[in-house]
Every structure is written in structure tokens, then in C-alpha cells.
């Protein structure tokens, strides 16, 4: 699988911004994306996460109510809608695939396929 993450950017405090990952090979429809961030001098962290068949989704309490996380299986693309920004949630988002079709998708170690990585930055 490829990835590619794209729809980072520079936002105030409160405003939102759409993330989205698009992706290539394999059999996209079977496996469980997930949005990741990592915010300089710490470790990466799951966001959200949404099984194959889009009715199933995770979020880490800190961003539970307001982001989205979402998929198209036929544009073979997943999105992370995030609103209500805080200055916290400034990291690079990485979007993920995991390894193996139907996995749970909550741990960091079932995500095989990376994309490059987009910023976001949300100022005070």
C-alpha cells in the first residue's frame, strides 16, 4: 500500500482543517487506516482509526467530538476532519495502514504502510 497525506496547514486556534490520505495497491477496502501525530520531542501517537468497513472507529480521548475520522473505499481514500483546533494539536499527521486485512487498528504496531507526513500547525 501507498499513501499519500496531504491538506496540512498553518490554522488558528478553533478553526479546522481537512486531512486526507490517499492510497494505492493492495487491497485497500480490508485494511484499517489510522491517523497519526507526532509533535516534536514526542512520540507518535494513534489520532483515530477506522476499520475496512468504515463502521468501526477509534479516537484517543484528546480529540474525541472534534475530529472525524472517515473513509471512501471506492476513491481509496481515508480523511481526518478535525475542528475546534487547539494550539496542542500542532504535530506532523501521518496517515497508516495496517499490515494485515480486518485488524483492530489500535495499536502501533499493527500499521505496516506510512505516508510522508503533513503538517499542521495551529497557532494561540
Known amino acids: 500500500v501507498q499513501l499519500q497525506a496531504s491538506g496540512g496547514g498553518l490554522v488558528q486556534a478553533g478553526g479546522s482543517l481537512r486531512l486526507s490520505c490517499a492510497a494505492s495497491?493492495?487491497?485497500?477496502?480490508?485494511?484499517?487506516m489510522g491517523w497519526f501525530r507526532q509533535a516534536p520531542g514526542k512520540e507518535r501517537e494513534l489520532v483515530a482509526a477506522?476499520?475496512?468497513?468504515?463502521?468501526?472507529?477509534y479516537y484517543t480521548d484528546s480529540v474525541n467530538g472534534r475530529f472525524t475520522i472517515s473513509r471512501d473505499n471506492a476513491k481509496n481514500t481515508v480523511y481526518l476532519q478535525m475542528s475546534s483546533l487547539k494550539p496542542e494539536d500542532t504535530a506532523v499527521y501521518y496517515c497508516a495502514a495496517t499490515r494485515r486485512t480486518f485488524s483492530t487498528g489500535t495499536s502501533i504496531d499493527e500499521y505496516g504502510y506510512w505516508g510522508q507526513g503533513t503538517q499542521v500547525t495551529v497557532s494561540s
Open positions: 495497491g493492495r487491497t485497500f477496502s480490508a485494511v484499517t
Open positions: 477506522i476499520r475496512w468497513s468504515g463502521g468501526s472507529t
